[in-house]
């Protein structure tokens, strides 16, 4: 998927190891363009990682997977001004989602 999107990835398997990673690039001045969160991932917190996020004065747009196209996901996502992508999923798809990433 990295390379038929054209972008380079980097996976965190919590959500600490994503804000070490965060922090790391905000501290050498990068920054990440966007965040793809799988969103069946048991350990993930949604209002956590966004309140998280927020509170590090950090803008980054954050775009979700995951299989559960429900009501309460599609609130929680809205919620943030975020979007998703249903799985499964193909490239086409992922590129419609990040569309408005420059």
Same mark, same amino acid.
């Not at 996020?53 to 001004?81: C, H, M, W």
């Given at each position: 998927m990295q390379t038929e999107v054209g972008y380079t990835v980097n996976e965190a398997f919590s959500d600490e190891e994503a804000f070490e990673m965060i922090d790391l690039a905000k501290s050498k001045r990068n920054h990440y363009k966007f965040i793809v969160i799988d969103l069946d991932d048991s350990t993930f917190?949604? /209002?956590?990682?966004?309140? /998280? %996020?927020?509170? +590090?004065? %950090?803008?980054?747009?954050?775009?979700?997977?995951?299989?559960? /196209?429900?009501? *309460? @996901? +599609?609130?929680?996502?809205? *919620?943030?001004?975020? *979007? @998703?992508?249903? *799985?499964?999923?193909d490239t086409a798809k992922i590129r419609e989602m990040l569309s408005d990433i420059q």
């Open positions: 917190f949604l /209002n956590q990682f966004m309140e /998280n %996020l927020q509170s +590090r004065g %950090l803008s980054t747009p954050v775009y979700f997977v995951s299989t559960d /196209n429900t009501e *309460k @996901i +599609r609130s929680s996502v809205a *919620k943030y001004n975020s *979007k @998703i992508v249903f *799985k499964p999923f």
